[in-house]
Nanobody, 114 residues
């Protein structure tokens, strides 16, 4: 199974991007889907998590600017990022967790210029 992440790119501070991640086949039943990011020289960190049933969890710095959504029927997860800042520059990774396995996307790069 492969997770294909897309939507990254180069934007200016204050602009928006929407990331998408779709599995190559159905991963039902999905337990949770998430986005992580890894900035240069830093550890990978959780951005947001979508739980089966639709509830969401955000890491503190992203609450209010980023919105995660999921479609478990499509085994797809999305991340709407608004008011981007230079410190949001990172490689963003999607993750889908079933009840028995973890899957990771290859990463999509986001660069925010100030």
């Amino acid at each position: 199974v492969q997770l294909q992440a897309s939507g990254g790119g180069l934007v200016q501070a204050g602009e928006s991007l929407k990331l998408s991640c779709v599995a190559s086949r159905s991963l039902l039943p999905v337990a949770a889907m998430a986005w992580y990011r890894q900035a240069p020289g830093k550890q990978r960190e959780l951005v947001a998590r979508w739980l089966s049933g639709g509830s969401t969890i955000y890491a503190g710095p992203f609450k209010g600017r980023f919105t995660i959504s999921g479609d478990d029927a499509k085994s797809a997860v999305y991340l709407q990022m608004n008011s981007l800042k230079s410190e949001d520059t990172a490689v963003y990774y999607c993750n889908i967790n079933t009840h028995s396995q973890d899957y990771w996307g290859q990463g999509t790069e986001v660069t925010v210029s100030s």
